[in-house]
């Protein structure tokens, strides 16, 4: 399934990285599973996304928990909690 | 009833007075106009800070802002709704957020202007970095905020 991923603010700044297009494995099927995929890739990606980090999590532009479902082309955004007004 | 809405979110400054008179616009039943306007401080969590750079996620900020419009519009009597938040470098005492309501009468211009900020504080994309004399660091997420926001999931205080 083909996503694709953008990071803002710390996250962003840890991973060197503002977006990306993935393909990732048919079992990766929610918010939480696509999380533990990316920070599975190594190091600096456990640093900014594993378990313990406060990360929250957008698709198609909606703030969603770890059980939201993904599919085909959609927008995953993760960020820490915001800080704005 | 109707609201009328407006959100912007840009770097440009903005007049609260001319604001808040075009909120009013020649609708004669709202009888109360209520806003709060944020500041960027000098100061945050012990540290002087120089200047502050605002971050969003375009798209879903503006859809945020306006969700959340949207439910203080059903919640309170609202005649209109006025949101602008800056992004960009800032520095004290720069304006940072308006949340302007207007109603025909005062107690739901109040609650729908607190509800909208306390919303926006935990709902909306913004990020804040700030610049103090140890070098940048991301403003955390304050617990207080979470707080804020949760008490108007307590059933009925939408009155």
């Not at chain 2, 009833?1 to 020649?26: G, H, K, N």
């Not at chain 2, 004669?28 to 000098?42: Q, Y």
């Not at chain 2, 990020?127 to 940048?136: I, L, M, V």
Request: hydrophobic share 45%; charged share 25%.
């Amino acid at each position: 399934m083909k996503l694709e991923l953008r990071f803002f603010a710390s996250v962003r700044e840890a991973l060197s990285c503002d977006a990306e297009s993935v393909d990732v494995p048919a079992e990766v099927g929610t918010v939480g599973a696509l999380r533990d995929w990316l920070a599975a890739r190594g190091d600096t990606w456990s640093r900014a996304l594993g378990a313990g980090k406060s990360v929250r999590a957008a698709v198609d532009l909606d703030m969603v928990g770890a059980d939201a479902p993904l599919h085909e082309g959609a927008e995953v955004a993760f960020f820490p909690p915001v800080t704005g007004g | 009833m109707t609201t009328r809405v407006s959100i912007s979110v840009q770097s440009e400054d903005f007049d609260v007075s001319a604001e808040l008179v075009a909120l009013r616009a020649d609708d004669t039943s709202i009888g109360a106009v209520v806003n709060f306007v944020g500041l960027v401080r000098d100061r945050n969590d012990g540290a002087q800070v120089s200047a502050m750079t605002l971050e969003h996620y375009p798209g879903m900020t503006e859809r945020a802002l306006e969700k959340i419009v949207a439910e203080a519009a059903q919640r309170w009597s609202l005649a209109a709704v006025r949101v602008i938040h800056r992004v960009g470098t800032l520095r004290a005492p720069d304006q940072i957020v308006l949340v302007a309501t207007a109603s025909m009468h005062r107690g739901d211009a109040f609650e729908a202007c607190a509800f909208i900020m306390d919303y926006l504080k935990t709902r909306a994309p913004f990020w804040k970095r700030e610049d103090t004399p140890a070098g940048s660091r991301w403003v955390e997420a304050r617990e207080s905020d979470d707080d804020a926001a949760a008490r108007w999931d307590t059933p009925g205080t939408n009155a």
